[in-house]
């Protein structure tokens, strides 16, 4: 039994796969899954492994973690089982810019997790589709936070101009548009 990361942030999905040792030429082989701590990982109940097959690959998607989780996944059939190890920590639940703003002035931005971040913190990644805001390429979001908010400086523009931000942890990305206003 594999997965394809061993790190997952809430919201986010891996590729799962249970190999067989030998391929059944008679019959399919079912595997029943199972998650531990009990919901931590959305997965099949059941998985088919084809007859004639030695593999079957199924999704595991992590659902909100309020903390960093291990989480342990087994695969078992009659004779045998196995199973694979995935850490899921909080991931983005909001980003929001303020909507308007002067250019020339700095634009709030507001982050918040599904839960806490790790000991050693988290980083967002961060893009603007616009050089008139200029965003990090990362926000480090510190240890035991939930929420942060910064501001990300902005040039002054000849025009209404909408600038989408975009943040991004793990398979999540959330936008907010921002219109930078002539002063």
Do not use: K
């Not at 249970?18 to 029943?32: G, H």
């Not at 919901?39 to 309020?66: D, K, M, N």
């Not at 000849?158 to 959330?174: I, K, N, R, Y």
Request: aromatic fraction near 4%; hydrophobic fraction near 40%.
């Amino acid at each position: 039994m594999t997965l394809s990361s061993a790190h997952l942030y809430s919201g986010d999905a891996a590729t799962g796969r249970v190999e067989l040792s030998c391929a059944p030429s008679f019959r399919s082989v079912r595997v029943t899954l199972d998650v531990e701590p009990d919901g931590a990982l959305t997965v099949p109940e059941e998985l088919t492994v084809p007859r004639g097959q030695t593999t079957a690959e199924f999704i595991a998607v992590a659902r909100p973690a309020a903390d960093r989780t291990a989480v342990t996944l087994r695969a078992a059939r009659a004779g045998g089982s196995a199973s694979t190890s995935v850490t899921v920590d909080p991931g983005l639940r909001i980003f929001s810019a303020e909507p308007w703003q002067v250019g020339g002035r700095s634009v709030g931005v507001t982050f918040h997790l599904t839960g806490t971040a790790p000991p050693e913190g988290l980083a967002i990644a961060m893009r603007s589709d616009n050089p008139a805001v200029r965003v990090p390429s990362v926000i480090e979001f510190p240890a035991g936070a939930t929420g942060l908010t910064t501001t990300v400086p902005s040039d002054e523009v000849p025009a209404d101009t909408p600038v989408t931000l975009t943040a991004t942890l793990g398979q999540t990305s959330l936008s907010s548009t921002v219109t930078l206003a002539p002063r």
